[in-house]
C-alpha cells in the first residue's frame, strides 16, 4: 500500500516538484531575445560549454532505463548484462574523430538535424527523408522506455490502481508537466535539469556500492550469492562469467549499440548544442566517468540476488517486473527518506532524456518533413511552432505505447531500435569522411539493411512472443550447425555497406549523375567564431541547399 511508502512519496514529489519549476525557470536562463527560432528552441543556442554539455550529454545517454534495466539484466542473466559497459567505452575515442566533423559543418551551414547534413551532402531529399523516418522511429520507443522506469518506481511505493487509467495516471501527469515546461523552454529544461539529475545518480549510487557490500557480508558474499544463483537456473547461458555460446552475442551487441549510440538524433543533438569543437574533444574524453557509474550501477543486480529481492509481478499472470529490482533493494536496504531520494534520481533520469528526445524528433520532423515536402517557405518563427507542437505529439505517443502496449515489447522495440538507427551510419557517420557512396548506392543499402534486418528480428522468439522478440538471431537459421546467436544489427549494416558499395560500383560505371556535393573540405574544420551561415538568421529555404561557392 502507498501508506507504508509516505516518506518515499514526500520526497520523490518534493524533487520532482523542483526539477519542474526548474524546467520552467529554464525559459530565461541564458535565454536569448526571440526563443522562435529551433537555433534556440531545439539547439539551446548552439552555445552550451563544457560543463552544460557534459551533464547534457551524460544526462541523455545514461537514463532511467539504463538505472533500472541494466541491473535487472544481471539480476536474471549474469555477466551478459556487463554489455552495457564496455560499449559506452569503446564509442567515444570512435565518436571523438567523427563529432567534431559533425559540428563543424552544421555550424557553418546552420544544420540542425543529421538528416540537413545527408541532404546538403548527397543532394538526395529522397535520401534525407529516410534517415529522418528512421530517426523518428527509433527514437520514439526510447522515450516509451523512459517511462518504464518512471513506472517501477511507483509501482514499487504502491501508487497503483485497479485499472489502466489508474495505474498510469501519474506517469500522465508527469508527462504532461515534462511536455509544458519542454515547449516552453526547449533545449534549455533539460539542460538545467541535469545537474540535479546526474548530481542525484551520482550520490545515490557511490553510497550504494560502499554501505551495501558491508551490509551485504562484502563483495566475496555478493558475488558468491549470484553464483549460485546461475548454477541452479535451467539457462546454461547465465553466469557470472561468459560461456562459448553468449560470447559471440555479447561482443557483437556491444560493437552494434557503439557504432548507433551517436547516431541517435537525440545524442547529436546534444552535440550540436555546443559552443565550440573543443567542447566537444573535452566531453568525449570526460564521459567515460559515466561508464565507470555504469559499472557501479551493473553491479546493483548482484547486490539485489545477495539481499533476497523478489521482483514485484509483471503485468501478465505468472510473470515477474524484472525492473522493479533496483526500487526493491533500495526499499529494503536504506531508509524511506534516501530510498525517496534512490527514486527521484530514477524518475528525473527518466525526464531529462525524454524531453531531449522529443525535441530532436520534433527538429527531424520539421526540418526534414514539413520544411521540405509541406512548406519550403517556413519561417524560422513557423518552424519553431512546429516543432514545439510535434514535440508534444511525440510525447503523447510515448505515453501511449506505455499505456496501451505490453511494456517487454516496448523493451524489446528498443532493442529493435538500435537495429533500426544503425542503417543510417553509412550516410550520417561514413558521409562525414567521404562522398564516395553514390546517393542511390545509399539509398539501396539502407533498403537492404532494413529489410534484412526486419526479417531477422522478425524470426526471432521470445517465451512470450514469437516473433520479434528480441535482437539476438540464431545463427542455425543461417544453416550453422550451432547454438550460438548474433546482433540482428552488425548484420544488417555490414549487408547494408556491402550492397550500397556494390550499387555505387555499378552507377558509377554507368555514369549515373551523383549530385553535387553542398559542402566544402574546410567546412570540416569550422570552429566558433567562422561561420559562413551565422545560427540564428534567416534562411532561404532553397539557398541553404544550394552548393557553397
Not at 543533438?269 to 567542447?279: E, I, K, P, Q
Request: neutral net charge; hydrophobic residues 50%; glycine residues 8%.
Amino acid at each position: 500500500m502507498w501508506r507504508d511508502h509516505l516518506t518515499e512519496i514526500i520526497v520523490f514529489s518534493l524533487l520532482f516538484l523542483l526539477v519542474s519549476v526548474m524546467g520552467f525557470v529554464a525559459a530565461r536562463w541564458r535565454a536569448p531575445k526571440d526563443m522562435a527560432h529551433l537555433d534556440e528552441w531545439g539547439l539551446g543556442g548552439r552555445s552550451f560549454g563544457g560543463w552544460i554539455t557534459w551533464f547534457l550529454v551524460g544526462g541523455d545517454l545514461y537514463t532511467a532505463y539504463t538505472f533500472v534495466a541494466v541491473p535487472a539484466l544481471m539480476f536474471g542473466a549474469g555477466a551478459a548484462g556487463f554489455f552495457a559497459v564496455p560499449y559506452t567505452i569503446v564509442i567515444y575515442p570512435l565518436v571523438f574523430l567523427v563529432l567534431v566533423r559533425l559540428w563543424s559543418v552544421s555550424h557553418r551551414h546552420g544544420f540542425v538535424t543529421p538528416a540537413d547534413f545527408v541532404r546538403n551532402r548527397f543532394d538526395s531529399p529522397v535520401l534525407a527523408l529516410l534517415i529522418a523516418i528512421t530517426g523518428i522511429v527509433a527514437t520514439m520507443p526510447y522515450i516509451a522506455l523512459q517511462l518504464i522506469g518512471i513506472e517501477a518506481v511507483l509501482k514499487t511505493m504502491g501508487v497503483t490502481g485497479d485499472n489502466a487509467l489508474a495505474r498510469h495516471l501519474p506517469i500522465i501527469i508527469a508527462f504532461a508537466i515534462l511536455a509544458a515546461y519542454t515547449y516552453q523552454s526547449g533545449l534549455r529544461a533539460p539542460a538545467l535539469i541535469a545537474f540535479v539529475k546526474d548530481s542525484l545518480i551520482y550520490i545515490v549510487i557511490l553510497v550504494a556500492v560502499i554501505y551495501l557490500p558491508y551490509k551485504l557480508g562484502g563483495w566475496g558474499d555478493i558475488f558468491a550469492a549470484a553464483d549460485a544463483k546461475f548454477d541452479a537456473s535451467p539457462n546454461p547461458n547465465d553466469g557470472i562469467l561468459l560461456n562459448g555460446n553468449n560470447q559471440l552475442q555479447y561482443v557483437t551487441l556491444a560493437l552494434g549499440s557503439a557504432l548507433a549510440l551517436f547516431l541517435y538524433p537525440h545524442s547529436i543533438t546534444g552535440v550540436l548544442a555546443s559552443r565550440n569543437r573543443d567542447v566537444i574533444k573535452r566531453n568525449m574524453s570526460a564521459l567515460p566517468a559515466y561508464s565507470l557509474l555504469l559499472g557501479l550501477i551493473a553491479l546493483l543486480g548482484y547486490m539485489a540476488i545477495a539481499a533476497g529481492v523478489k521482483p514485484l509481478p509483471g503485468a501478465k499472470e505468472g510473470t515477474v517486473d524484472s525492473n522493479t529490482v533496483v526500487p526493491l533493494l533500495f526499499d529494503q536496504q536504506f531508509p524511506d527518506w534516501f530510498a525517496g531520494v534512490a527514486y527521484a534520481a530514477i524518475g528525473i533520469g527518466a525526464l531529462v532524456p525524454a524531453a531531449i528526445m522529443s525535441i530532436a524528433a520534433a527538429n527531424l520532423f520539421t526540418r526534414n518533413i514539413y520544411k521540405e515536402y509541406l512548406k519550403r517557405d517556413a519561417s524560422p518563427a513557423q518552424e519553431a511552432t512546429v516543432s514545439k507542437i510535434t514535440s508534444l505529439v511525440v510525447k503523447v505517443g510515448a505515453v501511449a505505447c506505455i499505456v496501451f502496449l505490453d511494456p517487454q515489447f516496448s523493451i524489446d522495440l528498443q532493442l529493435i531500435g538500435g537495429v533500426i538507427i544503425l542503417q543510417t551510419l553509412p550516410a550520417v557517420a561514413l558521409g562525414l569522411y567521404t562522398r564516395w557512396f553514390h546517393r542511390t548506392g545509399l539509398i539501396v543499402g539502407w533498403v537492404a539493411g532494413m529489410g534484412l534486418g526486419m526479417w531477422m528480428l522478425y524470426q526471432v522468439a521470445s517465451p512470450t512472443r514469437k516473433h520479434f522478440g528480441g535482437s539476438a538471431f540464431p545463427l542455425s537459421e543461417f544453416g550453422f550447425d550451432t547454438t550460438r546467436t548474433i546482433y540482428v544489427g552488425i548484420v544488417a549494416v555490414a549487408v547494408n555497406l556491402a550492397v550500397a558499395a556494390l550499387v555505387t560500383l555499378a552507377l558509377r560505371a554507368a555514369k549515373v549523375e551523383e549530385g553535387v556535393d553542398g559542402t566544402e573540405p574546410d567546412d570540416y574544420f569550422a570552429d566558433e567564431g567562422d561561420p559562413r551561415v551565422t545560427p540564428g538568421t534567416d534562411r532561404d529555404a532553397d539557398s541553404a541547399r544550394e552548393p557553397v561557392a
